[in-house]
């Protein structure tokens, strides 16, 4: 695997960043460069490191985080998704708050793993396969589209939101939900989008 190869590679993994990003965005009142820069770390630092995990730990996770990642991924983004939809039925003094719940570690935490338990198994795939250049400058590549798409994902979603804040994060939420099924349908072979 080349340069090109690994760039596409990167650039599918960060596409479900990128939709959590663009939801989130959709949800916020006010967009400031922190909000695209927090996105930007987690989802990045995630999708770096978790390549790389895999990568190493080829031998020991392999049967393990194959029958199960799919599972982890839809957990998590359904919890995610079905929270910021209840959210929006709140007062309004917690619609206030949901910006700090937001931008959490634990949140965001949660987020980054769930949409990066892909590239976990990219890694294991990267092990038996004949790559062209260093693991660690494979893992970089991923780790900065990771970081850019997630970072104007922020904004993307604000432009796209508007004044439609409920409603917009009521979309983010059924996007984050439709997410965590199609990874589950993909790996039960259910369908391929």
Known sequence: MGYVEIFLIALSLAMD?????????????????????????????????????????????KGYIESID????????????????????????????????MFSVGHMT????????????VG???????LKMSIWT????IGVVSFVLPFCGVYIGKFIGGMFQKYAQRAGGCVLIIIGVKILFEHLGLFVI
Request: charged letters at 15%; hydrophobic letters at 55%; proline letters at 2%.
């Open 17 to 61: 960043a990128f939709a959590v990003s663009v939801s989130d965005g959709l949800a916020l009142k006010e967009v400031k460069p922190k909000h695209g820069v927090v996105h930007g770390l987690y989802f990045g630092f995630f999708q770096f490191m978790m390549p790389l995990i895999g990568y190493l730990g080829a031998n020991i996770f």
């Open 70 to 101: 799919h599972w982890i991924a839809f957990i998590l983004l359904l919890i995610i998704g079905f929270n910021m939809i209840r959210e929006t039925f709140g007062v309004e003094e917690e619609t206030a708050t949901s910006e700090e719940k």
């Open 110 to 121: 949660m987020l980054a793993i769930a949409t990066s338990i892909d590239a976990l198994a």
């Open 124 to 130: 294991i795939s990267f092990s038996l396969a004949d």
């Open 138 to 141: 494979a893992c970089l590549m």
